[in-house]
Structures are given as structure tokens and as C-alpha cells.
């Protein structure tokens, strides 16, 4: 294989990472700063995003700093190698087998893969120190030697009882234990019920049961139901509050006190709206725009002040920590602050006064922006709109807040136009919308049209963003500690085999350069809305992509192509806009500047709870896409051929993306699947299937409990 020179190209931070701890262990006695090792590395990566990197390895314990910013390896490890043999700590993400990947915190390269039986009762998303015990070329074995964190304590199962004792049998095949629970935390539960029971006590060696309390008899009879909660469950999210969060959240005041009026700039007077789905209850942003007296146009993006009524150290904070996000499932939510807070009196609700977090932006008629203010506010919003009331305005050029509506969608398109020409991408990944009857069985699923409203509130949340962490980035020259939202550069090996993938498929993708891969994209986009197999295509690009992740080592985000981002918008449901908040508020009035090795750690933990609420998200519509394709067996849809087994070829039905598997075996003869799995060849006559092949399928069966679908082809 020939060796891919580093020199003159900008690094992804795993690799910069490699390459500059190779570099110390070349010369172990140098000593190199971030300037320095971009010379003698001779890449193309800016002095903030190799400091990042070299914060990351001392904090490892790889390399000392020694002073004026040079750092040498340490002495007390050795060499790179011998570095890396030492106990880590990390986040189980575990696979079908029961064994799991230890996911390592900041930028290494490598999981550690544990064995199950050496997961010593460690689950899912738990935080773990993993001790390593051997390599095979890019391979690292592991053992877990300690569970520091446990994602859930809660667990659905089936209750067995006897006159002595009871057990708790969890349905999650993962877990390998059960849970033992004495007679008097029974409460109602009866043996054969089906149970959420929280774990106490936790056992300190594996081998033991952990020991728990009955929280709720379940409706064996909802099988929905049940699978639903599971499924939050099953990745870490409770599905109900404890009583002293809940307390809290009751107690707090629900009027607004002139003197918290009077410190704040009154926003009441200026035409405010929101824009939110039609379902929506959370109505965590609002917008505004005005014509002001000389001649400039002022917009607001104003933001549910959450950090009013959630004050650190309190058992709310420490519950939003804790899940971090809301967890959005098809048909309900599992939201990160209590409703009293989320629907009542956090959310910007129409035709009452508001307390809010704005950034107001005053433009000239070019819309660029001449200044900027951050700070409290209180606003009065005149109008809910969903997206599609808002739209109807826009399109029948008249009705109320039409000239609103109208100033505001030309300013978001400007600024998104100036988005893609400085090389934002724009990922077009279809979102299906289920239509439910009265019991949450879905009858229809549609794909969402994103329309002009839509993109406008995008536009305009990506502003406040950017501008809130350009503003902390800039601040001082002096770092100041925040939460920023990162997005690295995409990992070369999987853009390879992309732009194989869509070779295949008759388009060229171009991924020599950051710059080129923007336009590839771009390009792609393009082609996608006149090739519906382009189309199909087009949101595997996601998958290819680094993840973008919450960090105070700004390295930018790649993706949309700015040099500052962060989360500010979304308090209710994200709680890094909750420390974002925090840290701005004190940063308006002098410079603040908290612990970051803490707001580091609170990092890793939201951006890990993120991972978990997307997989909980992603596994609720897979199962409502087979509950309702199982009212459909027999049917016969149009599908592409989207993967290949040895057994099958799986395809994904059109419009409703249903995924399913077609069995060599119904189709009369073998197949050979060749061995990039692009292409299925049939041996004994000229038949063969390649990905993206458009097909005609029947539906023969659907497994629910497993979420599997099965379908042979219709000629």
C-alpha cells in the first residue's frame, strides 16, 4: 500500500494527534510547541487546533508541559507505545454479541474491544476505566477493572416471585443479571407482572445481583407502549422525574417582579413571533424585526432564559445534567426539564410576557451586520406560527406579520447564501413523519417538505450561534473556558470508500482536499433532487462524516464551514445551551473564566447523552416503521437496493424508507456477494444485484419485538 504524505494538507484531529505523538516519540528529548510542530510537520493545521491536540495528550499524561508553551514526552511514560498500555477511562458502547467497544475520551484513535464476559456487569453508555491487554495491529483488547458511572439504573422486565424473594428478569438481552428485590419494595407488583424496577445498590464485584425497588407496574397489553419506554430505558433515560425535582420545579415563582423587569432591556414593544411545529409545546425561541429610526433593520433572536429558573446546585441543574437533552421518539417525549419548566414557564408562549436571552443584530441594507448585542431581555410574543401557517403567510404575500415574515426569510437567505459560498454543506437527509391514530399506531408515513420557514429559523439559530461563540472566542486574548460545537474533518478511509460507493453508481466524488470534498458534496446535492438513486445515496454521507461533538478545543466545524459555533438556542431541551448561558451571561460584564478540565468533563458527558438520545430516536422510528408496515403484508412497494448479506440483499422501501431482507434462498439459486458488497452474483445464470438497483418488493412478514421485516421480489 503506498504511504499517503502528510505534508501540506490540514489533519483530522485523531490523526494530528497520531503524528504529533509521533513526532515526541522520535525525539524524546525536544521540546516543541504548537508552531513549531506545524513547521516541522509541514501541514496546513492552525496553531489553535494542534494546541487542542497537545492540551488533550498532556492531559493524558503523554507529553509534559515544560514552559513557554514547549512540551516534551513524558518521562514517566516512556514511549508512545508503552503510553498507551495503561488503564483509560471511557463509554461502553456495546454490540449485539454482549461484547462492547470502549470509547475513549478526548482524541484517540483507537476503541478497546472487551469481551462480554469481561464487561464485569458493565452495560451500555456506562463510564468505565478499561485496563488494556493486548494489540493486533490496529486492534486493542480490554478489560473493564471499574465502573465509575452507570448510564441507567432503571430496567423493564418480568417479575418472579416466590414466599422469600423476588427477581426482576430484564427484557434487555444485554443486560446478564437480574435484579433482586426484597418483599417490602414489591409495592402492587405480582409475580408474572411486567415491571420498571430502579436499582439501589449495586453490587461491589460481578457475580452479584444488584438490588432494587419496584417504580411502576406496566400494561403487559401495551406492547407498544412498553417497547417505547423501553426503549428510552434501554439507553439511559428515565422516563419519569423523581419527586424532589419535581417539588422544586413546582415551587418556583410564576410571576415576574418588576425589579427582574427592570433589569433587563424591554423587548415588549417590538413585533416578536415564534415559529415552531404545529405539535410543538417547548417554544424555546422567538424572533423579531423592526425598521429602526435610522434606517437600519434590527432582527432578535430571543431564547427561553432556562438559566433564570435553573440555578446551579439545585436538584433540577443536577437532573438536566444528568440526561443532558430531550429525547424526541415518535410519539413521545422524554423531556430534560419538567413540564412545569419546559411547556409553562420557560417556554415562549403567545400573548404573555417572557423572560429571554437575546442576541440582536443591527444590519445595513446589504444585511451585513454593523453591531451586535447580547444580553437578558423580556419579550411579548404576538403570534404562535407553525411552519406551515408561517409558510402560508409567505406565499399569499399578505396576512398578519406578512412584512415580518417577509424581511426575515430575505435576511436568513442571504446569510445562507453566504453560508454555502464560504463551503457549508448542505445535507439533504431525508425526515419521515408519522401520522398516528388515537392509541399511537401509525396509519401513514410521510417524507418531511422543507419549506421556506423552515429554513429560515435554521438560518437565523446558525447566526446566534456563530455570533454568541465568535464573540467568547474573541473576547480576550487570554482563553476564556466555553462550550463549543465542533465538527472535524471527515475520517480519509471512510470518504474512500464513499467515493466508491457512488462510483459505482455513476458520480464522481472528489475528496483530495477539504475544499474539494465541500464541492463534491455540493455537487451531489445537485444531482440528487433529478436521480432518485443519487438520492438514496445522498444521506449515507452523514455516516461518513467525523460527529460533531460539544468541547471547550475550539478546532471549528467543518460542516458548515465556520471557524466559531456553539449551541445557544435550545436551552429547554440541550444543556449545553444551559452552560453556554451561564458562562456568557458572566462574560458580558468582565472577563469569567470557569474550570476547564470541569466544563470538559460536563462535555464529554452531554455530547456521549447525545449519542444515546439519537440511537433511542433512530430505534423508536424503526419500530414504527415495521408496526406499520405489519398492517401491510402482502403489499408490494417500490424499493432500492440499499445493503448485502451473505443470506440476502436488504432494500429500503421509497418514500417510507422500511428497510428489509430479501433471502437468496427464496430466489431459487445461490448468490456469490462480492467482496466490496457492492455487488450479489448469482452462479448458476447471469442474474446479479448491485447497490442502488431499483426493485419491486412484496411484504411477507414483519417481526415487531425485533423490528425486521421480511420481503421477496415481485418480477
Known amino acids: 500500500m503506498v504511504k499517503r504524505s502528510i505534508k501540506g494538507t490540514k489533519l483530522p484531529a485523531k490523526k494530528l494527534e497520531y503524528q504529533c505523538l509521533k513526532l515526541f516519540d522520535k525525539q524524546p528529548s525536544k521540546r516543541f510547541n504548537a508552531r513549531q510542530i506545524i513547521k516541522k510537520l509541514q501541514i496546513k493545521n492552525s496553531a489553535a487546533s494542534v494546541q487542542a491536540v497537545l492540551t488533550n495528550l498532556e492531559g493524558a499524561g503523554k507529553i509534559d508541559l515544560i514552559k513557554d508553551g514547549k512540551y516534551r514526552l513524558s518521562r514517566t511514560n516512556g514511549t508512545a507505545e508503552s503510553v498507551r498500555a495503561e488503564v483509560l477511562e471511557g463509554y461502553v458502547d456495546q454490540i449485539r454479541s454482549g461484547a462492547a467497544y470502549i470509547v475513549l475520551g478526548g482524541e484517540r484513535h483507537e476503541d478497546v474491544y472487551v469481551q462480554a464476559k469481561k464487561l464485569k456487569q458493565a452495560l451500555d453508555g456506562d463510564r468505565v476505566m478499561v485496563k488494556i491487554l493486548k494489540r493486533y495491529g490496529k486492534r486493542v483488547d480490554g478489560e473493564i477493572v471499574k465502573i465509575l458511572e452507570r448510564a441507567t439504573d432503571q430496567f423493564i422486565g418480568n417479575l418472579q416471585q416466590s ?37 439501589h445498590q449495586w453490587p461491589d464485584r460481578a457475580g452479584k445481583n444488584p438490588i432494587g425497588k419496584i417504580v411502576k407496574v406496566l400494561d403487559a397489553t401495551d406492547t407498544h407502549g412498553v417497547m417505547m419506554d423501553s426503549i428510552l430505558i434501554n439507553h439511559g433515560f428515565d422516563t419519569l422525574f423523581s419527586n424532589v425535582v419535581l417539588r422544586e420545579a413546582e415551587s418556583l415563582p410564576r410571576e415576574i417582579s418588576e425589579k427582574e423587569i427592570a433589569r433587563r432591556r424591554d423587548m415588549r414593544s417590538v413585533p416578536t413571533i415564534t415559529i415552531d411545529p404545529a405539535t410543538a409545546r417547548d417554544f424555546d425561541d422567538a424572533l423579531s424585526y423592526r425598521l429602526l429610526e435610522n434606517g437600519k433593520k434590527e432582527i432578535g433572536i430571543h431564547i427561553a432564559d432556562v438559566t433564570h429558573y435553573v440555578k446551579p446546585g439545585t436538584a433540577l441543574d443536577r437532573e438536566a445534567l444528568r440526561r443532558s437533552t430531550s429525547v424526541y421518539l415518535v410519539d413521545r417525549v422524554a423531556p430534560m426539564l419538567p413540564e412545569v419548566l419546559s411547556n409553562e414557564l420557560c417556554s415562549l408562549r403567545p400573548h404573555e410576557d417572557s423572560l429571554t436571552f437575546s442576541a440582536i443584530f443591527e444590519l445595513d441594507s446589504k444585511n451585513r451586520i454593523v453591531s451586535r448585542w447580547f444580553g437578558k431581555t423580556i419579550i411579548h410574543s404576538a403570534q404562535r406560527f407553525s411552519y406551515e401557517e408561517a409558510q402560508l403567510v409567505l406565499d399569499a404575500s399578505h396576512g398578519l406579520f406578512h412584512e415580518e415574515l417577509s424581511e426575515l426569510n430575505r435576511i436568513s437567505k442571504h446569510f445562507r447564501k453566504k453560508r454555502y459560498k464560504e463551503g457549508s454543506i448542505a445535507f439533504e437527509t431525508p425526515e419521515l413523519q408519522f ?199 402482502g403489499e408490494t412497494y417500490a424499493g432500492i437496493v440499499s445493503g448485502m448479506i451473505e443470506r440476502g440483499i436488504f432494500v429500503t422501501l421509497k418514500d417510507i424508507g422500511v428497510d428489509g431482507l430479501v433471502q437468496f434462498a427464496d430466489l431459487q439459486e445461490p448468490f456469490l456477494v462480492l467482496e466490496n458488497r457492492m455487488h450479489a452474483v448469482a452462479k448458476r445464470s447471469a442474474r446479479a444485484f448491485k447497490i442502488g438497483d431499483q426493485v419491486k418488493v412484496k411484504i411477507t412478514a414483519a417481526h415487531i419485538n425485533d423490528m425486521q421485516v421480511d420481503m421477496e421480489l415481485v418480477d
Do not use: W
Request: charge should be negative; include cysteine; proline fraction near 3%.
Open 163 to 199: 414466599k422469600k424473594y423476588a427477581f426482576v428478569v430484564p427484557d434487555n438481552n444485554m443486560v446478564d443479571f437480574d435484579i433482586y428485590v426484597h418483599p417490602q419494595d414489591l409495592g402492587i407488583a405480582q409475580d408474572g407482572d411486567k415491571v420498571l424496577v430502579r436499582v
Open 435 to 633: 401520522e398516528l391514530d388515537e392509541t399511537n399506531h401509525p396509519i401513514a408515513i410521510h417524507t418531511k417538505v422543507r419549506k421556506d420557514t423552515h429554513l429560515l429559523v435554521e438560518d437565523l439559530m446558525l447566526l446566534a450561534n456563530r455570533e454568541v461563540a465568535t464573540y467568547m472566542a474573541k473576547k480576550s486574548q487570554r482563553e476564556i473556558p466555553f462550550v463549543y460545537r465542533v465538527h472535524d474533518l471527515p475520517d480519509e478511509e471512510k470518504v474512500t470508500e464513499y467515493s466508491l460507493f457512488l462510483k459505482e453508481l455513476g458520480f464522481q466524488f472528489d475528496h483530495q482536499s477539504p475544499a474539494q470534498i465541500r464541492k463534491s458534496f455540493e455537487r451531489l446535492t445537485k444531482a440528487a433532487k433529478s436521480d432518485d438513486v443519487l438520492a438514496f445515496a445522498e444521506p449515507f454521507a452523514v455516516r461518513i462524516m467525523a460527529k460533531a461533538i460539544y468541547t471547550t478545543h475550539n478546532i471549528g466545524h467543518f460542516g458548515l464551514a465556520f471557524d466559531y459555533y456553539t449551541h445557544f438556542t435550545s436551552p429547554i431541551r440541550r444543556y449545553a445551551d444551559v452552560l453556554v448561558h451561564r458562562i456568557l451571561e458572566k462574560n458580558l460584564g468582565g472577563d469569567y473564566r470557569t474550570s476547564k478540565e470541569e466544563l470538559e468533563a460536563q462535555c464529554k458527558h452531554i455530547s456521549n447523552q447525545e449519542k444515546k438520545a439519537q440511537e433511542a430516536e433512530r430505534e423508536s422510528i424503526k419500530f414504527k416503521q415495521v408496526e406499520f408496515i405489519s398492517g401491510h403484508i
